[in-house]
Protein backbone atom coordinates (compact mmCIF):
# COMPACT_ATOMS: atom_id res chain seq x y z
CA UNK A 1 0.00 0.00 0.00
CA UNK A 2 0.89 3.47 0.29
CA UNK A 3 1.89 5.93 3.22
CA UNK A 4 1.69 9.65 2.52
CA UNK A 5 2.57 12.14 5.07
CA UNK A 6 2.26 15.87 4.91
CA UNK A 7 2.20 18.71 8.10
CA UNK A 8 -1.43 18.97 9.87
CA UNK A 9 -0.88 22.89 9.23
CA UNK A 10 0.57 25.53 8.88
CA UNK A 11 0.75 29.31 9.25
CA UNK A 12 2.79 31.68 6.93
CA UNK A 13 2.67 35.58 7.09
CA UNK A 14 1.21 37.77 3.75
CA UNK A 15 4.22 38.11 1.46
CA UNK A 16 6.52 35.42 2.88
CA UNK A 17 7.23 32.20 1.63
CA UNK A 18 6.07 28.76 2.54
CA UNK A 19 7.25 25.18 1.95
CA UNK A 20 4.96 22.29 2.37
CA UNK A 21 6.44 18.85 2.40
CA UNK A 22 5.54 15.54 1.76
CA UNK A 23 6.85 11.98 1.93
CA UNK A 24 5.63 9.21 0.97
CA UNK A 25 6.56 5.14 0.45
CA UNK A 26 4.57 3.68 -2.75
CA UNK A 27 5.80 0.15 -4.52
CA UNK A 28 5.00 1.76 -8.15
CA UNK A 29 5.06 5.50 -8.62
CA UNK A 30 4.19 6.97 -11.22
CA UNK A 31 3.99 10.46 -10.14
CA UNK A 32 3.29 12.99 -8.06
CA UNK A 33 0.23 15.43 -7.71
CA UNK A 34 -0.13 18.84 -5.67
CA UNK A 35 -3.93 20.03 -5.63
CA UNK A 36 -5.33 22.95 -3.65
CA UNK A 37 -8.33 22.86 -2.15
CA UNK A 38 -10.25 26.38 -0.58
CA UNK A 39 -13.07 25.37 2.06
CA UNK A 40 -16.07 24.03 1.24
CA UNK A 41 -14.59 24.05 -2.44
CA UNK A 42 -13.32 21.01 -5.21
CA UNK A 43 -9.37 20.28 -5.05
CA UNK A 44 -7.98 21.70 -8.03
CA UNK A 45 -4.78 21.13 -9.47
CA UNK A 46 -1.37 22.67 -9.02
CA UNK A 47 1.02 21.07 -10.32
CA UNK A 48 2.51 17.68 -11.57
CA UNK A 49 6.11 16.04 -11.00
CA UNK A 50 7.09 12.42 -12.48
CA UNK A 51 10.78 13.47 -12.48
CA UNK A 52 13.37 14.56 -9.98
CA UNK A 53 13.91 18.19 -10.14
CA UNK A 54 11.66 21.68 -9.57
CA UNK A 55 8.58 22.32 -11.70
CA UNK A 56 7.65 26.19 -11.51
CA UNK A 57 4.52 27.51 -12.29
CA UNK A 58 4.16 31.42 -11.40
CA UNK A 59 4.58 31.81 -7.32
CA UNK A 60 4.13 28.28 -7.15
CA UNK A 61 6.78 25.39 -7.16
CA UNK A 62 6.93 21.75 -7.14
CA UNK A 63 9.81 19.63 -6.36
CA UNK A 64 10.54 16.11 -6.30
CA UNK A 65 12.96 13.57 -5.01
CA UNK A 66 11.92 9.75 -5.98
CA UNK A 67 15.21 8.34 -4.20
CA UNK A 68 13.97 10.23 -0.70
CA UNK A 69 10.07 9.61 -1.31
CA UNK A 70 9.86 13.33 -1.10
CA UNK A 71 8.22 16.44 -2.50
CA UNK A 72 7.83 19.72 -1.07
CA UNK A 73 5.12 22.61 -2.56
CA UNK A 74 6.95 26.04 -2.60
CA UNK A 75 4.44 29.59 -2.74
CA UNK A 76 6.18 32.52 -2.98
CA UNK A 77 4.62 36.09 -2.00
CA UNK A 78 1.90 34.55 -0.16
CA UNK A 79 -1.44 35.98 -0.47
CA UNK A 80 -4.16 35.79 1.96
CA UNK A 81 -6.40 33.95 -1.20
CA UNK A 82 -3.47 31.59 -0.75
CA UNK A 83 -5.11 30.03 2.41
CA UNK A 84 -6.52 26.70 1.88
CA UNK A 85 -5.81 23.00 1.79
CA UNK A 86 -2.90 21.94 -0.02
CA UNK A 87 -3.23 18.45 -1.33
CA UNK A 88 -0.39 15.84 -1.91
CA UNK A 89 -1.03 12.92 -3.71
CA UNK A 90 1.03 9.93 -5.51
CA UNK A 91 0.15 7.81 -8.17
CA UNK A 92 1.14 4.28 -7.85
CA UNK A 93 0.22 2.02 -11.12
CA UNK A 94 -0.08 -1.04 -8.56
CA UNK A 95 -2.25 0.40 -6.03
CA UNK A 96 -5.45 0.66 -8.02
CA UNK A 97 -7.34 3.22 -8.57
CA UNK A 98 -8.52 4.52 -11.95
CA UNK A 99 -5.83 6.71 -11.65
CA UNK A 100 -3.84 5.05 -9.08
CA UNK A 101 -3.94 8.46 -6.84
CA UNK A 102 -3.67 8.16 -2.84
CA UNK A 103 -4.18 11.20 -1.46
CA UNK A 104 -2.22 12.49 1.49
CA UNK A 105 -4.41 14.07 4.67
CA UNK A 106 -3.83 17.61 3.38
CA UNK A 107 -2.16 20.46 4.62
CA UNK A 108 -3.98 23.12 5.85
CA UNK A 109 -2.17 26.68 5.25
CA UNK A 110 -3.26 30.02 7.38
CA UNK A 111 -2.32 33.29 6.18
CA UNK A 112 -1.57 36.15 8.64
CA UNK A 113 -1.32 39.61 7.66
CA UNK B 1 -17.12 24.48 -20.10
CA UNK B 2 -18.89 22.28 -17.77
CA UNK B 3 -16.29 20.25 -16.88
CA UNK B 4 -18.00 18.05 -13.87
CA UNK B 5 -21.04 18.53 -12.55
CA UNK B 6 -21.83 16.61 -9.69
CA UNK B 7 -26.18 16.85 -7.80
CA UNK B 8 -27.04 17.57 -5.23
CA UNK B 9 -24.90 19.68 -3.55
CA UNK B 10 -26.00 19.44 -0.49
CA UNK B 11 -28.98 16.30 0.75
CA UNK B 12 -30.08 15.18 4.46
CA UNK B 13 -31.16 11.12 4.72
CA UNK B 14 -32.65 9.42 7.08
CA UNK B 15 -31.16 6.08 8.14
CA UNK B 16 -32.01 3.41 5.96
CA UNK B 17 -32.83 5.53 2.94
CA UNK B 18 -31.84 5.07 -0.44
CA UNK B 19 -30.23 7.59 -3.02
CA UNK B 20 -27.98 8.44 -6.06
CA UNK B 21 -25.30 10.91 -6.34
CA UNK B 22 -25.15 11.67 -10.01
CA UNK B 23 -21.90 12.90 -12.01
CA UNK B 24 -21.22 13.68 -15.34
CA UNK B 25 -18.19 15.18 -17.09
CA UNK B 26 -18.27 16.76 -20.69
CA UNK B 27 -14.39 15.97 -21.24
CA UNK B 28 -14.86 12.48 -22.55
CA UNK B 29 -12.65 11.28 -20.11
CA UNK B 30 -12.08 7.53 -19.85
CA UNK B 31 -11.44 7.66 -16.03
CA UNK B 32 -13.77 8.70 -13.60
CA UNK B 33 -14.00 8.00 -9.42
CA UNK B 34 -15.56 8.72 -6.48
CA UNK B 35 -13.74 9.79 -3.53
CA UNK B 36 -15.59 10.39 0.35
CA UNK B 37 -13.65 13.36 2.19
CA UNK B 38 -13.66 13.37 5.85
CA UNK B 39 -12.14 15.23 8.39
CA UNK B 40 -8.42 14.59 9.11
CA UNK B 41 -8.62 11.20 6.78
CA UNK B 42 -8.51 13.24 3.25
CA UNK B 43 -9.74 11.89 -0.08
CA UNK B 44 -10.80 8.19 -0.23
CA UNK B 45 -11.65 5.75 -3.01
CA UNK B 46 -14.82 4.58 -2.59
CA UNK B 47 -15.58 2.95 -6.32
CA UNK B 48 -13.44 4.31 -9.93
CA UNK B 49 -14.04 3.05 -13.87
CA UNK B 50 -11.69 3.07 -16.86
CA UNK B 51 -14.26 3.06 -19.30
CA UNK B 52 -18.34 2.77 -19.97
CA UNK B 53 -19.11 -1.08 -18.54
CA UNK B 54 -16.03 -1.44 -16.28
CA UNK B 55 -15.95 -0.68 -12.66
CA UNK B 56 -13.58 -1.47 -9.40
CA UNK B 57 -13.64 -1.27 -6.17
CA UNK B 58 -11.59 1.61 -4.04
CA UNK B 59 -10.69 1.71 -0.52
CA UNK B 60 -14.09 2.19 1.05
CA UNK B 61 -16.73 0.76 -1.43
CA UNK B 62 -19.28 -0.72 1.75
CA UNK B 63 -22.04 0.83 1.37
CA UNK B 64 -21.89 2.33 -2.40
CA UNK B 65 -22.70 0.89 -5.76
CA UNK B 66 -21.75 2.61 -8.93
CA UNK B 67 -22.36 1.84 -12.66
CA UNK B 68 -20.76 3.26 -15.90
CA UNK B 69 -23.13 2.86 -18.62
CA UNK B 70 -21.82 5.78 -20.38
CA UNK B 71 -18.72 7.38 -20.71
CA UNK B 72 -20.14 10.97 -19.02
CA UNK B 73 -22.26 9.19 -16.50
CA UNK B 74 -20.95 7.56 -13.24
CA UNK B 75 -23.78 7.37 -10.19
CA UNK B 76 -22.83 6.89 -7.16
CA UNK B 77 -25.69 4.84 -5.29
CA UNK B 78 -26.38 4.74 -1.18
CA UNK B 79 -28.49 1.88 -0.81
CA UNK B 80 -29.02 1.79 2.79
CA UNK B 81 -27.99 5.37 4.64
CA UNK B 82 -25.98 4.89 7.31
CA UNK B 83 -24.92 7.80 10.03
CA UNK B 84 -21.30 6.82 8.97
CA UNK B 85 -21.47 7.70 5.29
CA UNK B 86 -21.81 11.29 6.37
CA UNK B 87 -19.68 13.27 4.70
CA UNK B 88 -18.38 15.42 1.41
CA UNK B 89 -18.38 13.15 -1.95
CA UNK B 90 -16.59 14.14 -4.99
CA UNK B 91 -16.26 12.99 -8.51
CA UNK B 92 -13.72 13.35 -10.60
CA UNK B 93 -12.53 12.86 -14.33
CA UNK B 94 -9.43 12.29 -15.83
CA UNK B 95 -8.05 11.43 -19.23
CA UNK B 96 -6.27 8.26 -18.67
CA UNK B 97 -3.87 8.94 -16.00
CA UNK B 98 -3.47 13.04 -16.32
CA UNK B 99 -4.49 15.63 -13.94
CA UNK B 100 -7.96 14.56 -11.83
CA UNK B 101 -10.91 17.18 -12.53
CA UNK B 102 -12.98 17.45 -9.07
CA UNK B 103 -16.80 17.93 -9.21
CA UNK B 104 -17.90 20.77 -6.50
CA UNK B 105 -19.08 17.80 -4.01
CA UNK B 106 -22.07 16.70 -2.40
CA UNK B 107 -22.51 17.16 0.93
CA UNK B 108 -24.30 14.44 2.57
CA UNK B 109 -26.05 14.00 5.96
CA UNK B 110 -27.83 11.10 7.41
CA UNK B 111 -29.47 11.28 10.77
Known amino acids: GQNIDQPTEMTATEGAIVQINCTYQTSGFNGLFWYQQHAGEAPTFLSYNVLDGLEEKGRFSSFLSRSKGYSYLLLKELQMKDSASYLC??????????????FGKGTHLIIQP | NAGVTQTPKFQVLKTGQSMTLQCAQDMNHEYMSWYRQDPGMGLRLIHY???????DQGEVPNGYNVSRSTTEDFPLRLLSAAPSQTSVYFC??????????FGQGTRLTVV
Open chain 2, 49 to 55: SVGAGIT
Open chain 2, 92 to 101: ASSFRQGKAF
Open chain 1, 89 to 102: AVRDLLGGGADGLT
